[in-house]
């Protein structure tokens, strides 16, 4: 029959097209960007450190996942190098980075894309850095943007992010075009118009999280060139009447460098809901007076830190070599010397190597002197009653 | 001339079942592989999951004797300079186990040796124990409490525990 | 003297039946061939009468329902979680672009071929009875009709999931649209998100109604509708090749003889069987409907995985409800729904018509009531059962065909001609250039 053999036909050759598409998208599954970054490095340190330490190079996606922050980034997928020693001039993406800054932000608390902007999501290098593609407005602040704006330092972008954290610092190290800008912001006077970090005048619009903004709620009808946010900002710091026609801003004479420093500082404020332990110089936890700073550290290194180190302390002051307890659940230890003796009717060598009640249960237990201790102990025990025989004596008006 | 017209059908009969065979392992190929694919997906390449190597702090934040570190469930042994890490999961069905601190130093035998311990494991699912230094002497746990590697981060000295790594029951870190 | 059969043969004989007698075993020894009559005519089998658009729809639902299932264990509904799983669905998950681009691609063709199934079924009066007893196209013509509006919701309930801007704000304008109902509005509207907002509660909502709910009613209104075809005859071309027989002359049709003692209504005791006689006309289901079903199957598969390759599914943003996208539409079946809006949004003088009620509600509200009822008002014989573009039913194929280019052209217009701020832009004017950060 005709039909029977043309259905076959149809059949057997949407099987060899489906085979062909089917074949397609294993084998780009197969052969990701990534793989080929992963063996160029293999070889790298397979040349630079032996053949053992490439077996250790991993393979796989690999990813940093931060909760806190709320980032999965696997920048580190081809970014191999970044934790590396010895690899301070390779070529990217096998670098080295630079350890200063890593040692204050691990990767592993930060990840990459906090700082360094770019989608971490992503595994490919044209999605991840973002530079030119639709729908992820968060680029990585490298050099490729520095070139497009004119910033002469290649890195200087980078810093938006840092003032994200950073935002409260006056001076952040290493964040010099920030830095500059909120120089800038206090010689300038730019709070009696506007209101920033809540505060200020109200003549010009809220700047305090003007980073947030979206790029579509500027008015680009007078601009040339790139419609850009950050293009908008340079222009308007530059003349912002070119930009604003009914603006009482003032020009002032702000050169390429100061509109791009206030430019970078501006779109950095942002709501950023920051983990306590991410925020700068912040400690959390109650913080000692400077007394009880200064009380901590004579017990533990004054005379009488033995029974600090002992942990006597917590039961027995020793008040004249300035050791107070908390609790004071035995006698102070100052009268040791003459109170074993009129209490026990031994001496304080006798009663510490075989003592009674408490001291028996405790010193058997909880506390282990060895014969050293014990002398050491017996020693400044008698040196704190000498003190307070003598303090006494002071403190008795002579007859 | 029947001899040739039935030879020339027989090879196209063989052709067409050759080309048949050929048409129908083209669809099997592409129906596993379409298969395959929706299988694969399911097989996950990242994991959500918490680091196998972390660091715990600095050596001079613990104090002498054992410290549970919760959320990674590993018991810290701190004696003077030396540390080791036991892993606190039952090696029955994974079961967190809780210490015991004996009141005084019992000395059992484990392998032979005489041995020195200060305090037990016990498990609160089906009641296994374990001496302090790990090896199971009650109940259904199979084996004794994993031992992981514990070393210094030459970064900023604090103590690193890799719970891939198992080490012998001796194996200490000294600081 | 019986021929040793393979185990393999034993299972397989149904597929492959030697003889008429065993084809018509098959259908009631095989759970999967039990679903089909023992025998169908040859112009059923026909891609010219009804381009088997029917199966096709039937078969993305398949497509849909296993591809679903899979991304039922990748994805996670809820708001902080949606998106970043769809964007590891696109970078970390083997195949996982692959699965979501076949998922999106046979939804959205889902909907047109089951609107031009409605449409071939329109033009060959399929919905009609012929002269067989017992039939009731019409009804099922109603089914066909809810199924269609249950592919809509499926796929507007989906298209939310991936909580993008195009998600967010798409669902915003559809459901809008809703709340423009009379008196009960605003009330479906809340029930609808869970709430004020597109939220949380209204993903799930969303969820729920998308991977489990809709499909079971899919399923079950399916079943009816296949099970009323069956009941009917068959499809309508049989009832065409009915009539077509009783001018020809064959042999005495063995039909069946009921004496109804004046029961039946406005028949003769001789009831009219719509038997076709069978051995001219059909052939056995196995493995003749079987081979064309397995050839529809594989090319509607090709076509989805070639289309899946080469039109990725798009994600947009992370949605952000501060941020409305400029422009923002709804998905491009209802683009005609969001055209006929904004057209009907008059203001004359002082006073504005509610474009949302007008063109929102009533127009579709209309169309669909007028499309159910249609087939109570078709008046034409049973001669124009099954048959492309009768003469008879000319007038009614084109008032139709009027109305399908309406719809098409709003379409178009819909998804080519409107820019920013719903502004005509002709496709040769570029649109503005969407602003960025940097």
Excluded at chain 1, 191 to 202: D, F, K, P
Excluded at chain 3, 174 to 189: E, H, M, Q, Y
């Amino acid at each position: 029959m005709n039909w029977k053999n043309r259905d076959w036909a149809w059949i057997y050759w949407s099987g060899v097209v489906l085979l062909l598409i089917t074949g397609y998208v294993v084998w780009d599954n197969m052969v990701p960007e990534w793989g080929d970054y992963q063996s160029d490095f293999k070889e790298l340190v397979a040349q630079r450190f032996g053949q053992a330490r490439a077996k250790q190079v991993p393979a796989g996606i690999q990813q940093v996942w931060v909760p806190q922050l709320g980032r999965a980034d696997r920048c580190t997928t081809c970014h191999l190098g970044v934790s590396w020693k010895g690899f301070e001039n390779a070529p990217e993406p096998f670098r080295t980075h630079s350890k200063e800054i890593l040692d204050k932000h691990p990767i592993a608390q930060y990840g990459c894309t906090v700082c360094h902007g770019g989608q971490g999501q992503a595994t490919d290098e044209r999605s991840a850095h973002a530079t030119m593609v639709d729908h992820w407005e968060d680029p990585v602040l490298g050099a490729d943007l520095a070139k497009t704006y004119l910033v002469k330092n290649r890195e200087a972008l980078l810093q938006i992010n840092c003032n994200q954290c950073h935002r409260y610092d006056h001076e952040t190290k290493g964040a010099d075009y920030i830095n500059y800008a909120k120089q800038l912001v206090q010689q300038k006077g730019c709070r009696a118009c506007h209101t920033i970090n809540g505060r200020g005048g109200m003549v010009g619009p809220n700047l305090t999280y003007i980073g947030d903004q979206s790029p579509e709620q500027y008015d680009y009808s007078r601009m040339n060139g790139v419609k850009t946010a950050f293009a908008w900002h340079l222009s308007h710091f530059k003349e912002p009447k070119a930009m604003v026609s009914t603006t009482v801003m003032p020009n002032f004479g702000f050169g390429s460098k100061e509109a791009q420093a206030l430019a970078m500082l501006v779109l950095s404020w942002k709501k950023t809901n920051l983990p306590v332990e991410y925020i700068p110089g912040v400690k959390v936890g109650d913080v000692p007076s400077p007394e009880e700073l200064a009380k901590e550290k004579q017990m533990e290194t004054g005379e009488g830190a033995f029974f600090v180190k002992k942990t006597c302390f917590i039961c027995h002051s020793v008040s004249t070599l300035g050791i107070e307890s908390a609790t004071n659940i035995g006698p102070d230890l100052a009268n040791a010397a003459a109170d074993v003796q009129a209490r026990f009717g031994r001496t304080l060598e006798d009663f510490l190597a075989a003592p009674t009640g408490t001291m028996a249960v405790v010193l058997s237990t909880q506390i282990h002197l060895t014969p050293e201790d014990r002398a050491e102990a017996i020693s400044k025990l008698k040196a704190a009653y000498q003190l307070k025989l003598e303090q006494e004596k002071t403190a008795r008006p002579r007859k | 001339m029947k001899n040739l017209k039935l030879l020339a059908s027989e090879m196209s009969e063989g052709r067409r079942a050759f080309f048949r065979r050929i048409g129908q392992g083209t669809l099997l190929a592409a129906v596993a592989g379409q298969g395959y694919a929706l299988l694969r997906s399911l097989v996950p390449n990242v994991l959500y999951e918490q680091p196998q190597k972390f660091k715990i702090g600095l050596p001079t934040q613990f104090p002498e004797g054992v410290t549970f570190i919760e959320d990674r469930r590993v018991y810290l042994f701190r004696n003077q300079n030396t540390f080791h890490v036991l892993s606190a999961k039952c090696t029955h069905l994974g079961c967190t186990v809780k210490m015991v601190n004996l009141n005084q130093p019992e000395r059992v035998e484990i392998q032979g040796r005489q041995v020195e311990i200060a305090q037990e494991f016990h498990c609160p699912c089906h009641g296994s124990k374990y001496y302090g230094d790990g090896t199971n002497y009650a109940g259904p746990a199979p084996q004794p409490l994993a031992c992981y590697q514990i070393e210094v981060s030459p970064d900023d000295g604090q103590l690193v525990v890799d719970l891939g790594e198992t080490v012998s029951r001796d194996a200490r870190l000294t600081v | 003297m019986e021929v040793k059969k393979s185990k393999w043969d034993r299972l397989m004989w149904t597929w492959k039946p030697p003889s008429e007698r065993e084809a018509g075993d098959s259908v009631v020894r095989n759970l999967l061939l039990h679903w089909f009559p023992a025998k169908v005519t040859k112009d059923s089998l026909s891609f010219r009468y009804s381009f088997w658009l029917g199966t096709v729809s039937a078969l993305l639902f398949g497509i849909l329902a296993v591809t679903g299932v899979v991304l039922m264990f990748l994805y996670v509904p809820s708001v902080e979680r949606a998106y970043p799983s769809v964007k590891d669905l696109e970078f970390t998950v083997s195949f996982g672009g692959f699965i979501r681009a076949v998922h999106r691609i046979s939804a959205h063709l889902m909907v047109a071929v089951v609107f031009l199934h409605l449409v071939r079924v329109f033009w060959t009066g399929a919905y009609k009875n012929g002269t067989a007893s017992n039939q009731n196209r019409p009804f099922n013509w109603i089914l066909g009709l809810a199924l269609l509006l249950i592919t809509f919701l499926l796929s507007f309930t989906g298209y939310l999931l991936p909580w993008d801007q195009l998600a967010y704000w798409a669902i915003t304008v559809g459901t809008n649209i809703a709340s423009a109902a009379p008196l009960v509005g605003d009330k479906i509207r809340f029930l609808f998100l869970g709430g004020n907002e597109i939220g949380q509660n209204t993903l799930l909502r969303f969820y729920v109604l998308h991977c489990f709910f809709l499909p079971l009613l899919v399923l079950f209104l399916f079943s009816w509708h296949m099970w009323r075809v069956r009941k009917d005859g068959g499809l309508a071309c049989v009832d065409k090749l009915a009539l077509k027989q009783k001018s020809e002359t064959t042999a005495p049709v063995k039909s069946k003889t009921y004496s109804l003692l004046g029961i039946t209504r406005g028949r003769t005791v001789h009831v009219e069987t719509a038997l076709v006689a069978q051995d001219e006309h059909t052939v056995p289901s196995s493995p003749n409907l079987t081979r064309r079903l397995l050839a529809v199957m594989l090319i509607t598969l090709t076509v989805v995985a070639l289309l899946a390759v080469f039109v990725g599914a798009p994600l947009e943003e992370a949605a952000n409800p501060l941020v409305t996208p400029n422009p923002a539409k709804a998905p491009w079946y209802f683009l005609w729904l969001q055209e006929l809006v904004t057209d009907t949004t008059i203001h004359i003088g002082g006073l504005t018509i509610n474009g949302a009620l007008l063109g929102g509600m009533l127009v579709p509200g209309l169309l669909v009531l007028l499309l159910g009822a249609w087939p109570y008002l078709d008046k034409s014989s049973v001669n124009s059962v099954g048959v492309w573009f009768a003469k008879e039913r000319r007038r009614q194929n084109l008032i139709f065909l009027a109305a399908v280019i309406f719809i098409l052209i709003f379409t178009i217009i819909g998804t080519f001609l409107r820019g920013p701020y719903w502004k005509f832009y002709w496709p040769w004017q570029g649109w503005p250039e969407v602003p960025r950060r940097f």
